[in-house]
Nanobody
Framework: QVQLVESGGGLVQVGGSLRLSCVAS????????MGWFRQAPGKEREFVAAITWSGGRTFYADSVKGRFAISRDNAKNTVDLQMNSLGPEDTAVYYC??????????????????????WGQGTQVTVSS
């Protein structure tokens, strides 16, 4: 059974930073592209960032490009999201997820919710002004 657990969320002031971490059990993450998504109250879950299974490629939503960085440690079965220059618009529950396809072609990065089949429970990030 695959289980993903996010941590690192919290309350931070505008301009601050947080580092989210996702650890997996029941699946070897090194075979799967990984994504981070977020969902604000009353809004749909949206793509934030993704990294290919080898770590060779990353992709970001325009809204976080230049501020967020996704990374992975396949030896530890973890994926992190470093978030800098946070603003109130970044307030949301953040989720990590695994791609449905094992060792997907690294030229292809999926940014839709339906492209991912296992999700963590989420971690709350609140940015106060």
């Amino acid at each position: 059974q695959v289980q993903l657990v996010e941590s690192g969320g919290g309350l931070v002031q505008v301009g601050g930073s947080l580092r989210l971490s996702c650890v997996a059990s029941g699946r070897t993450l090194s075979n799967y592209n990984m994504g981070w998504f977020r969902q604000a109250p009353g809004k749909e879950r949206e793509f934030v960032a993704a990294i290919t299974w080898s770590g060779g490629r990353t992709f970001y939503a325009d809204s976080v490009k230049g501020r967020f960085a996704i990374s992975r440690d396949n030896a530890k079965n973890t994926v992190d999201l470093q978030m800098n220059s946070l603003g109130p618009e970044d307030t949301a529950v953040y989720y990590c997820a695994t791609d449905r396809v094992r060792m997907r072609d690294e030229k292809v990065i999926i940014t839709t919710v339906l492209g991912y089949d296992h999700w963590g429970q989420g971690t709350q990030v609140t940015v106060s002004s």
